[in-house]
């Protein structure tokens, strides 16, 4: 059974940084994508950043240059580090693994951006 657990959401005020992590069991990690998606109050749920099994990345617009993703195999751990955050990065933060047509969720961890 795989298990996505994310850790590392807080409360922070405007300009900080946070640094979250999503360890997997369950699953053989490094042939997985791994991403990390926010849902806002009363918006959809959105993708922040990925990484491919081959450390390829990519972000939203909205992040790029603040945020960066990164991947340890050996720790089965995925790392989203956040720096100059904003208030409207407030959301909950999803980790999500992917592999040939099967994905999985994490349960999600709030960060909340003070101004």
């Known amino acids: 059974q795989v298990q996505l657990v994310e850790s590392g959401g807080g409360l922070v005020q405007a300009g900080g940084s946070l640094r979250l992590s999503c360890v997997a069991s369950g699953t053989i990690f490094s042939a997985n994508a791994m991403g990390w998606y926010r849902q806002a109050p009363g918006k959809q749920r959105e993708l922040v950043a990925y990484i491919t099994s081959g450390d390829n990345r990519n972000y939203a617009d909205t992040v790029k240059g603040r945020f960066t993703i990164s991947r340890d195999n050996a720790k089965n751990t995925v790392f989203l580090q956040m720096n100059s955050l904003r208030p409207d990065d407030t959301a909950v933060y999803y980790c999500?693994?992917?592999?040939?047509?099967?994905?999985?969720w994490g349960q999600g961890t709030q960060v909340t951006v003070s101004s």
């Open positions: 999500k693994s992917w592999r040939l047509g099967t994905e999985y």
